[in-house]
């Protein structure tokens, strides 16, 4: 199997494209057992989707701005028996991804073992910039599949929150039935 190269990344190297054929499909499990033997640890900016260890984006201060204001804003308005967090892990069938901001049902010492998983989310939230179209497509998609009930876009590129409700669950095409946006404030620092 070959690696082909198409065009060239902005500082000029040729930007490569991702193999046609499976390199390696990873497990939940398989994943797990790499955090557990200090293959992966937390100084690796991977995250688990759909079997695929995924590389994150480094975050900008508008990314981070964003976050803290949504998980303040949660926190102020979450009902007692639910916690906010940030940038922790959730497990789903397929995957593991690291939300920017979730609302877990009980506290985090319930989760002494494993991450939440999505019978115990009520609200994921995903702070998009340079990650949009993977928020908007392929978490979507793994979001709506495990039946995570409210799926929010802080789409930063196009200063609007999108709001997915009704998620299909398992199916063959998985996604959100309703579908909302919320222009944000031209005041908005981020």
Excluded at 126 to 153: C, F, M, N
């Amino acid at each position: 199997m070959s690696v082909s190269l198409s065009g060239t990344h902005p500082t000029g190297q040729p930007r490569l494209v991702v193999p046609t054929e499976p390199v390696w499909q990873l497990s939940v499990e398989q994943y797990h057992e790499m955090i557990r033997t200090g293959i992966l640890t937390e100084n690796d900016p991977v995250e688990l989707l759909d079997g695929w260890l995924v590389s994150k984006m480094p975050k900008n201060r508008a990314h981070s701005i964003a976050t803290g204001r949504a998980r303040t804003t949660l926190e102020r308005v979450i009902p007692a028996g639910w916690y906010v967090d940030s940038q922790e892990p959730v497990t789903l069938p397929t995957s593991e991804p690291e939300p920017d901001v979730v609302a877990v049902r009980g506290e985090p010492q319930q989760y002494p073992d494993a991450p939440p998983g999505p019978q115990d989310v009520a609200l994921l939230v995903e702070v998009a910039d340079s990650t949009l179209h993977r928020d908007q497509t392929t978490k979507k998609r793994l979001y709506a599949q495990a039946g995570i009930p409210i799926y929010w876009i802080v789409n930063l590129v196009d200063q609007r929150i999108e709001v997915h409700r009704e998620p299909s669950g398992p199916a063959e095409h998985p996604d959100y039935r309703q579908r909302q946006c919320f222009a944000v404030a031209t005041t908005c620092p981020w």
